[in-house]
C-alpha cells in the first residue's frame, strides 16, 4: 500500500471504542458494480459542470476536480448531498454532502461526529485511523480511514471534512477493497481539490438574502392574495401590524374615521407604486377590493374583511355591478362607507385579500401571479420552477427599505426540518414530529427554536338544523363525552394545548377562567337517554366530515370516533373531504359533525366568531340562534374595547353552553429560526416580518 499518502498514522492521545482493521487484503481480481449505501437524504442544489472533469456549484459552495471518465451523477437528489461522482466501472465512489457545524466543537471532534456516522451507513465498519489532512488550496481538513461492507461486498473508506462558515463539508470517497491500489491516488487526488466558497441561493449571496422554504406550486390559491396567497412582501395593504403589535399605515398614508365610526376616509403615500413605476391610486384599491370579494367563494377572508362596507352584500350577490360604499375623491384619497361602526375594521384591512394588486396585469393572462406586479417592498426578481424565487428589494418602495436585500424560497418538496438541518434555509416551521425532534435539548437546533400558540383553535362544528343535533340535549351529550385532554393525548400529543375555550391564548378577549364543558361519560349517557331518542339506538346516522387527500385521516379522526362510541355507544360515519371542499355538498343520511380548525386573520374575538357565527358568512359553524345574532351584532358595533370583549365572552360562553360547538386544542405555532436573523418578532399576528428583519453579516 501507498504508505506515504496515505493518513493512517494513529494518534495515541485518541481512543476510540472501535476495534482497529486488520490490513486491507490485496486486489485479487475484478470488482462488479458496488451498491449505493443510505446516505443523508432529501434534495440537493443544483450543479454545474464547468467543463469535463471539473464540478462547480456556486449555490453548494464547492468545486473540485475528477478524472474526465468518473461520472458526475446529476440525478442524485439527497438533501445535503452536493455531489455523486462514479468511476466507470461503478466500483468507487465520491460523495460530498454538507451538515451543520456544531457551535462548539474544533474542526477534530466536528470531523469525528461525521465521520462516526459510517457506522450507521455500512456493515462491519472498522476504524484504520485519522489525521490532519489539508485541501491543496491550504485549507485545514481531517481524514479517516476505515474498511466496511456493501451487502457483503469488502470496501476501503476515505473521509475528508472541511469547515467552511456554519458548515461542514465533507468528502467520502470508497470503493471495492479488491481495487484499492488502482484507485487510491484518484481518491486522494479528487479529496485533495476540495474548494469551498460561501454558498449562494437564487444565484446571490446567503449575505444578502433570506432563505425560505415553499412547495412548488403553480395553483393560484398559492400566489394570489385575493386566495390568501402570495410570497411575502409582494404586495402591500393599506394598514399593516407592527412586531409591537400595533396599527401602522401602510399603502395609506394616513386616515381619519367620522363621529359616528361608518366613515374611513384615507390617503394613500403620495409615492405609492407598483413595480413596473405605475403610480398606484384609490381606483387601484377599489378594484383589489371588489375583485377579492368577487373572487372569495368559499374563503370567508375577504367576506369577513369587507362585507361591512355598503353594498358589498349586494356585490356579492351579483344584484350591482359596484360596491357602492367605495369612492375615490381623487387619485390619492378613498372613503369607504360602512353600514354599521366596525371598530375591528382597521385590523381587517391588513388581511391578505384586502390587497393591492394592478388591474391591468391581472387581467393580462390567467398566470399572471406567477410573474406578479406587486405593489409591496420586494419584487419577483426571477423564478425557476422546481428550485427557487427570488425576491429582490424594491428602490421605490415608498415606505422605509428592508435591510434585507432578497428573499430567496427554495422550491423544494423536501420537508423544512431536513433543509433547515442542512443550513439551506434561514426560517422553517414545523410539523409535530420535526418539532419534537428539534424540542430535544440535545439536538443542535434546539436553541433555534421559537414555539407559541397561534390564532388558530380547532374544534367540532355541529350542523343544528337537522335531526339529531336540533335536539340540545344531544348536541351536549356529544360536547360532555369528549375529555379533551385525553383527546389532545390520543390524536395530539405535544403540538397543541387543550382548549379551554373558543379564544385561543395569543387573542384578545381570551379567558384564562373560563372553562369549556367538563367531560363526565355519566353524564353525557344521561343527556343522551334524556333526549328525545332516549339513548343511542333510536339515533339517525351520524356522518362526521374531515379534511385528507387519499383516504389516510388523522388520529385525530380516529380520537373523536372512540371516545363516542366507548362513552355513548353511537357509530359515527367518516367522509374525506379535500380542503377547500364545500361541505353542503357532502351528501349526509342525517346528523352532520365537522372537524375543522379556525385561524383569525387580525387579532380580535371578531375574527374569530363572525367567520363561524355570522350568518352571511360562507364557512359558518353550522350552530345560529337569535340571541346570538344579537349579540353577534352588539359586539360588531360597540367601540367601547371593555365591553366589547365582555360580549366576546359571553358570545364565547352562551355558543359552548348550548353546545353549538365542541372545542378542542389551539395548535402551537413552532418555528426554526437561524442566530444569524435578527429581530424575529415572537407573535402569533401574520405580521409583514420581511420589513422588520435583518440579517448578521447584512449590510442595508
Known sequence: MPARSRPNKLHPDRRRSHRQAQPLAPPTATAGPLPTPALPTATAVPIQRARPGRLESSEGGLALDYPTNWRLDESATELGTLALLINPNETAYAVVYQS????????????????????????????????????????????????????????????????????????????????????????????????????????????????????????????????????????????????AQTLAPDLAEGWSISADGTVYTFALQPNARFHDGRRLTAADVIYSWERAIRMSGGSSSAVDALIDIVGAEAYLAGESETISGLHALNERTLEVSLREPRPAFLQQLTTSPTMIVDQADVESGPEWYLTPNGSGPYRLSRRVAGEYALLERFDRFYGPQPAIRYIVYRLYGAGAFGLYEFDYVDIARLGAADADRAADPGDPVAGELFAAPGLCTSFVAIDTSRPPFDDPQVRRAFATAIDTERYRSLALGEEAITARGLYPPALPGYNAEFSAVIANSTTAQQLLADSAYGGPANLPAITLTAQGYGGELGPEVGALVRLWREVLGVTIRVVQITPGQDQSRVPADGGRLALRTWCAGYPDPAAMVDPLFRNESPLRSGYASPELDELLAQARREDDHSRRLALYRTIEQNVIADAGIIVLSHPLQRVLVKPRVLGYPQSALPLPIERYLSLESNTP
Not at 477534530?108 to 451507513?121: C, K, L, P, T
Not at 466558497?197 to 438574502?209: H, I, L, Y
Open 100 to 243: 451543520l457545524r456544531p457551535t462548539d466543537r474544533d474542526l477534530v471532534a466536528a470531523s469525528e461526529s461525521v465521520h462516526d456516522q459510517v457506522y450507521g451507513w455500512f456493515d462491519d465498519v472498522e476504524w484504520l485511523g485519522d489525521q490532519p489532512w489539508p485541501l491543496n488550496d491550504g485549507r485545514p481538513a481531517w481524514a479517516s480511514e476505515y474498511v466496511a461492507a456493501i451487502n457483503g461486498v469488502p470496501i476501503y473508506i476515505l473521509m475528508v471534512t472541511a469547515v467552511e462558515g456554519s458548515r461542514l463539508v465533507t468528502l467520502m470517497t470508497y470503493c471495492a477493497t479488491v481495487i484499492y491500489e488502482r484507485e487510491y491516488e484518484t481518491l486522494e487526488t479528487i479529496a485533495k481539490s476540495m474548494r469551498l466558497s460561501p454558498q449562494r441561493a437564487g444565484g446571490v449571496s446567503r449575505d444578502e438574502a433570506l432563505v425560505l422554504v415553499d412547495q412548488d406550486s403553480d395553483a393560484a390559491q398559492e400566489h394570489d392574495p385575493a386566495l390568501g396567497g402570495g410570497y411575502a412582501g409582494l404586495f402591500s395593504s393599506l394598514v399593516q401590524f407592527t412586531p
